[in-house]
């Protein structure tokens, strides 16, 4: 698949690690992908770094911003219009966590939390249009983890403009949710599973796109992750869920042709 640079409104255009320790999650990361991770110079930063594969940007990594601050993969929906989708997110019954803002000039972002606490961001763009995605060792799908997901589903409608599709995954697991932006599948959501300690509440995972699960998630954890679920086989390939040595979940996926 060719990769491919989105900015697509109501699509994932980026995708980020906010780390406890930012120095070993970029060293962590570029051994198990690939990655080039280089922290910008300019102090306006903070010490972020952007991650590329080939010269094209696939993902960035920076130090937590508050104390306590889990670490955690962030997902971003691209618009022509952050502080409109703000407004959306306040209409629909969620909270702006961060207020629309500059970032330089590369663009404009804002972060979100949902009706049931899942935190979701969105990313205006100006010089840096978004992602590269597609192939090895880059973004490959976004999925909520839910508690109470059709308490959910209308803030994505009315925030995004996102419909549903939802598939019967079999017996004793939970339905599949596809959202849909103008009828193509951008991103994915189901009920967490009662296994879940109570205490994890509502997330959005990130999956990364990998030539060979199996072989990826055994170089995580000789890096130091913890396997948390798989490697496991569904209809469209295989995927495992792993959890990186700051604590961040994140999972591997490879799809069928």
Do not use: C
């Not at 990313?123 to 597609?134: I, L, T």
């Amino acid at each position: 698949m060719d990769e491919i640079k989105t900015t697509v409104d109501g699509t994932p255009a980026w995708v980020d690690l906010a780390s406890s320790d930012s120095a070993a999650s970029r060293e962590f990361y570029a051994k198990l992908f690939g990655w080039e991770v280089v922290v910008s110079p300019d102090p306006q930063f903070g010490g972020y770094a952007m991650a590329t594969i080939a010269g094209q940007e696939v993902a960035g990594i920076g130090p937590t911003m508050a104390p306590g601050q889990p670490t955690a993969w962030a997902v971003y929906i691209g618009t022509s219009d952050v502080d409109e989708i703000a407004r959306r997110v306040v209409a629909a019954g969620g909270t702006v966590v961060a207020p629309s803002m500059d970032v330089g000039d590369l663009g404009r972002l804002a972060v979100f939390q949902d009706t049931i606490g899942a935190h979701i961001s969105a990313w205006q763009a100006k010089a840096m249009g978004g992602f590269h995605h597609g192939g090895p060792n880059t973004y490959g799908w976004a999925e909520l983890n839910a508690r109470g997901l059709e308490a959910a589903l209308p803030f994505y409608e009315k925030v995004f403009g996102w419909t549903e599709k939802t598939s019967e995954m079999g017996e004793g697991i939970p339905p599949y949710t596809e959202f849909l932006a103008d009828g193509e599948a951008v991103a994915g959501a189901m009920e967490m599973a009662p296994t879940v300690p109570a205490e994890v509440p509502s997330f959005w995972m990130v999956y990364f796109s990998v030539a060979s699960v199996d072989d990826v998630l055994k170089k995580g954890v000789a890096g130091g992750a913890e396997l948390m679920m798989g490697p496991t086989d569904y209809p469209g390939g295989r995927f495992a869920i792993l959890r990186d040595p700051q604590g961040a979940s994140f999972g591997l996926i490879a799809t069928h042709d």
